[in-house]
């Protein structure tokens, strides 16, 4: 591998099904535009990025998290066989070489976009639009012309691969929903390749995985939780004593408020409550628990 063409390289540790325990090895990881390479002392294995098959194999679990500080997995063919490898060093380096990977795999492309199909929860109406997708390591980047979206991947609130209308075709669609300012959005997204999209789904989900994490820390309590809910039934947003009204056992409401504000869960604009995107995705994970 040309070393003036690398994308990534540091040294960090891997564990791969040749390995009879689950104990890293330490390895240096390059990558260019065309190959993966794991170099260990007992050699290397190059992997070209088209034959990366998925990069959340579902292997990156608690049980790797006393090797790593931060992991990624990635499954691909080798020589006709199914193999895997759990990449793992520090938060900053591996995020950095996460993203740098994900740019690759999907790349710089004209992608079919309804941007906002949904705000707050209603349908727009708006037209379908080619525009030019672009990742970073924080945020997913929609161009065309003077026009510019962006998808904050840590105000993401949910997602799911669908079947999406695009003109006279339904194509697979990557439906995003995330929060913006004072309100929720939607964005559909469909990609030229059913496999880019699904490492899109993947890029969200390795950032999402991480902000549900921390949200499944926080306790609330079961009148937080219903303020939370009321706060969700108005799209994110109501008068602070119209909500109260709908809250059974608060005694001292500015307190409480408070109390959700340091917890990062809203926001208080007057006399005004907001749902921050923790907090919609605290009320989201509370439905679907329930749900289940």
Known sequence: MSESKLIADFCGRIITE?????KPIKAR?????EQLVLVTGDGKEAILLSNIASTDPGMVLESFSQFFEEAIAIAYRQNGTQKRAVIGGSSNTV?????????????EQTVLVKHPA??????????ALKMTLEI??????????????KIHLEAVIGFEHEKRQFGDKQRPTLTVDHAHSETTLTTYLSLRKKQQLTFLSQFIRQNYSKIIANVND?????????????????????????LMLMVNGVDDPDSFVE??????????????LHLTYRGEIMITEQVESVNE
């Open 18 to 22: 040749d390995v009879d325990q689950l």
């Open 29 to 33: 990881v390059l990558l260019n535009r």
């Open 95 to 107: 995020a950095k070489f996460r993203t740098r990977l994900y740019k690759l795999l999907i790349g």
């Open 118 to 127: 949904k705000r707050g929860g209603r349908v727009t109406n708006v037209p």
């Open 136 to 149: 970073d390591e924080d945020t997913i980047l929609l161009v065309r012309d003077d026009q510019t979206a």
């Open 218 to 242: 926080i306790y609330l309590s079961e009148t937080e939780i219903q303020l939370l809910a009321s706060l969700h039934t108005f799209d994110g947003g109501a008068k602070q004593d119209r």
């Open 259 to 272: 109390q959700l504000r340091e917890k990062q869960l809203v926001t208080h604009d007057q006399d005004e």
